[in-house]
């Protein structure tokens, strides 16, 4: 069982209207990735952080995503404005800092159906 | 650009049969890429299966047998017998350290396992 957690697992929105997913990483990592999975089952990284910090987004999170990773409480990734392309499959996962295997620990995912 | 490839699924097999799900990389941008198998069980959540981080070394977990192929470029993961709890979809991904930007997952193989 995931120790990533997600929420909410489901969410329905119209166009225009902001959709916004929580997580929770696993404890002890400070690293927390959102990747949006499509259903082509493309995984598209959108953004990382270590700690508060954001790492790496990509243009697209950059101009229409908020992101946020606030200390004692759950990250969380916010469309501002849904458009029927963002129905996807959002992915959080964590992993430990340092140089490591690269490997992640995901949560079920927040799946987004954009009406 | 890194890309990585895998058997288009779905894959059907019957239970004690052998199995083979193909997956391929190309690593443009990354010196020694980490490679990974990910697996998501019905119901659950992405997760590791098995890594290899140096070439030449073979992972195994669960009865699952990947070889990191530096010649070829390839990652194969491999059993001898599946069983119907086997049934799942499964993820070829490549990375480098934290820098989960650069975790590169296949569209992932659908496997069914019959009784």
């Known amino acids: 069982n995931s120790k990533v957690i997600q929420t909410p697992r489901y969410l329905v929105k119209g166009q225009g209207q902001k959709a916004k997913m929580r997580c929770i990483p696993e404890k002890g990592h400070p690293v927390v990735f959102w990747y949006q999975q499509n259903k082509n089952n493309e995984f598209k990284f959108l953004i990382n952080?270590?700690?508060?910090?954001?790492?790496?987004q990509i243009d697209m999170t950059e101009k229409r995503f908020s992101a946020e990773c606030p200390s004692n409480s759950p990250c969380s990734l916010e469309i501002q404005s849904s458009e029927a392309g963002d129905s996807a499959l959002y992915l959080c996962a964590s992993s430990l800092a340092g140089a490591n295997t690269g490997q992640l620990y995901f949560g079920e995912g927040s799946k987004l159906t954009v009406l | 650009g890194d890309s990585v490839t895998q058997t288009e699924g779905p894959v059907t097999v019957s239970e004690s049969e052998s199995l083979i799900i193909n997956c391929t990389y190309s690593?443009?941008?990354?010196?020694?890429?980490?490679l990974f198998w990910y697996v998501r069980y019905p119901g659950e959540g992405l997760q590791l299966l098995l890594k290899v981080i140096t070439a030449g070394q073979k992972g195994s977990s669960r009865g699952f047998e990947a070889t990191y192929n530096k010649e070829t470029t390839s990652f194969h993961l491999q059993k001898a017998s599946v069983q119907e709890s086997d049934s799942a979809v499964y993820y070829c991904a490549l990375g480098r350290g934290t820098n989960a930007y650069k975790v590169i997952f296949g569209k992932g193989t659908h496997l069914h396992v019959l009784p």
């Open positions: 952080f270590q700690n508060q910090e954001v790492l790496q």
């Open positions: 690593a443009t941008s990354i010196a020694y890429p980490n």
